[in-house]
């Protein structure tokens, strides 16, 4: 088997080839953090607050971790990016917000992208539900709009999530309808289908940052997924950072199981110093950052001296 290192410098095209081998990849990379990632890189333009060169740099981010991805051969990523909870920031920042999500679908640099890339881009979730009667209510019709011109598009797919945090009675209703028009239930991949626009596969990876947690893949969690936290912001994501994932992905976590019945007893010593010395070590537990109040996870596992060759 290829070691991490050799790995981590292969050129991009090999890692490509690498994945595609392995079969197709649906990744969901939620971007959290923002604005602590602006403030962090951008402090001299923050000025009386988050606006027009938040959105932009933001915006800019975006569009290269997408390219980063789809070069390393993810064809498919989902981006939850606005969830219910969220409006409860008050209206100034539903607004700033809703103004990033118009520029997914309207922005100059976003339509060049798809294009150039040939990126077909929808949007799911329950947003024409929230907008409704607000003075967003036109924001699907937009998303509407940038489904229409890159539907063409056959390289990769990328999938905006927007109020996708409680898909339940829109699944329902979705099967009702199918029920009501076909006299029988819809099967779960025609539910995904009527649900995201098109046929999805599974979940192969989740890469999220802060509190464990996984979320808005509706339909497509498996308990298969591999999942994955970032400690930055994900907007500081790298190419080392996606490399090292792919790596444990096809390979850390795909090696066959031992068989018990030929350890030997010095593998089973190994195995045992390893389980003692982090028998109270939990990963997710975290604490809160005493200036800034944000949570960090503490370094868990202690590694018994030449555990890993």
Not at 29 to 44: D, M, Q
Not at 118 to 131: A, I, L
Request: proline share 6%; with cysteine.
């Amino acid at each position: 088997m290829i070691d991490l290192q050799t790995f981590r410098n292969l050129p991009t095209e090999e890692i490509a080839r690498l994945v595609r081998q392995d079969g197709p990849k649906v990744c969901v990379f939620p971007i959290n953090g923002t604005r602590r990632w602006f403030a962090l890189e951008y402090a001299s333009q923050i000025g009386q607050g988050f606006g027009v060169d938040y959105i932009e740099e933001a915006g800019r981010r975006h569009i290269e971790l997408c390219r980063l991805f789809f070069q390393h051969s993810i064809d498919t990523l989902l981006m939850p990016m606005f969830g219910a909870e969220l409006l409860g920031r008050g209206e100034d920042y539903t607004q700033m917000a809703v103004e990033g999500l118009t520029r997914l679908a309207t922005h100059p640099d976003f339509l060049h992208f798809y294009e150039v890339c040939g990126v077909r881009v929808r949007f799911y979730g329950d947003y024409r539900k929230h907008f409704a009667g607000t003075p967003y209510a036109h924001v699907p019709d937009l998303f509407d709009a940038v489904t229409a011109r890159t539907l063409q598009h056959d390289r990769y797919r990328l999938f905006f999530g927007v109020f996708a945090d409680d898909a339940a009675e829109t699944i329902a209703e979705l099967g009702i309808r199918y029920h009501r028009e076909r006299g029988c239930a819809p099967t779960k991949e025609r539910l995904i289908e009527m649900y995201y626009g098109e046929p999805v596969p599974p979940v192969s990876l989740f890469i999220g940052f802060g509190p464990f947690s996984a979320f808005d893949m509706p339909l497509l969690a498996t308990g298969n997924e591999d999942l994955y936290f970032t400690v930055s912001p994900s907007l500081y994501f790298t190419e080392r950072q996606l490399r090292d994932i792919l790596y444990d992905h096809l390979y850390a976590r795909r090696e066959e199981a031992d068989d018990y019945r030929a350890l030997q007893p010095e593998d089973w010593a190994s195995m045992r110093a390893f389980y003692q010395a982090n028998r109270e070590r939990t990963l997710g537990v975290g604490v809160r950052q005493r200036r800034g109040g944000y949570w960090v996870p503490l370094p868990q596992v202690e590694l018994p001296a030449g555990f890993v060759e």
